[in-house]
């Protein structure tokens, strides 16, 4: 539970905007008193994410409900990264779990999630090389 102005934040859906692009549904804490809106901290790093993918897309709507909550539960759980998390292990479980669902869209022949989840993958596969580069610059 989140506490803003001594008042219990509530937990809603919102429009977010990330550069030029809007993304609907994301799961956001509103406070009813001052209005303040955090991410929720579940889908903080999806919504990271999303978010840049999107913008790299020059996307200007995205629906994050579409993108996350076929993924279900698991994802909630494996998305909550702790601290002191080896960045790069983060990474590779995230694709990791990305390859799994992407084998299962292709099960169930859901061609627009698999190309959801190549995208990410791209993405994903950039952000590890460029781990990789920091680490082997070091
Ligand atoms: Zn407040």
Request: aromatic share 0%; charged share 45%; proline share 0%.
């Given at each position: 539970m989140s506490f803003c102005c001594g008042a219990s934040m509530i937990g809603t859906k919102g429009t977010l905007k990330h550069f030029r692009t809007h993304i609907h549904n994301v799961p956001i804490m509103f406070c009813p008193v001052c209005h303040r809106v955090d991410i929720h901290y579940l889908i903080e790093n999806e919504y990271e994410i999303l978010a840049e993918y999107a913008h790299g897309d020059c996307a200007a709507e995205v629906d994050f409900q579409e993108y996350v909550?076929?993924?279900?539960k698991a994802l909630l759980e494996n998305c909550v990264?702790?601290?002191?998390?080896d960045p790069m292990d983060v990474v590779h479980s995230q694709i990791d779990m990305a390859l799994d669902l992407l084998s299962f869209a292709k099960q169930i022949e859901d061609t627009e999630w698999q190309l959801v989840l190549k995208k990410r993958l791209g993405m994903l596969n950039s952000r590890r090389n460029k781990l990789r580069q920091r680490r082997t610059s070091v």
């Open positions: 909550e076929q993924e279900g990264n702790h601290e002191n998390e």
